[in-house]
C-alpha cells in the first residue's frame, strides 16, 4: 500500500504557472507508475499526465500537452506536475494516483491522493 498528499494547488491568474507535488510513502515509490488526474466541478475526473517508473516515459492528454510538464524523483518518493500558460477551464482538483499500468485508464490506478484544488482566475 502507499499513501500520496499533494500539495501546490492555488489560486492562479490566466497565464501563470503553479508546480504541484505529490509525496509518496509506505511500499516502494519507484514501482509505481504515477499519474495526476483532474476533477472539475460537475464533472468526471479526467487524466492528465502519467510518467513511468524510470521517470524516461511521460504521456498528455491533449488539453495539457505543451503546458503541463510531469516529472518525478524516485530518490524522494514525490511525483510533480509543472503547470504553465494556465487557463479558467484547468481549474479543478488535481489528485495523483499510482498504478501498475502506464496509460491514461483511470482503473488502473490504485492509490489515490485527496486532491489539492487549483483556481486560474481569467
Known amino acids: 500500500q502507499v499513501q500520496l498528499v499533494e500539495s501546490g494547488g492555488g489560486l492562479v491568474q490566466a497565464g501563470g504557472s503553479l508546480k504541484l507535488s505529490c509525496a509518496a510513502s509506505?511500499?516502494?515509490?519507484?514501482?509505481?507508475?504515477m499519474g495526476w488526474f483532474r476533477q472539475a466541478p460537475g464533472k468526471e475526473r479526467e487524466f492528465v499526465a502519467s510518467i513511468n517508473r524510470s521517470g524516461g516515459i511521460t504521456y498528455y492528454s491533449e488539453s495539457v500537452k505543451g503546458r503541463f510538464i510531469i516529472s518525478r524523483e524516485n530518490a524522494k518518493s514525490t511525483v510533480y506536475l509543472q503547470m504553465n500558460s494556465l487557463k479558467p477551464e484547468d481549474t479543478a482538483n488535481y489528485f495523483c494516483?499510482?498504478?501498475?499500468?502506464?496509460?491514461?485508464?483511470?482503473?488502473?490506478?490504485?492509490?489515490w491522493g485527496q486532491g489539492t484544488q487549483v483556481t486560474v482566475s481569467s
Open positions: 494516483a499510482a498504478g501498475r499500468v502506464f496509460g491514461r485508464n483511470i482503473r488502473e490506478y490504485d492509490y
Open positions: 509506505g511500499r516502494t515509490f519507484s514501482v509505481y507508475i
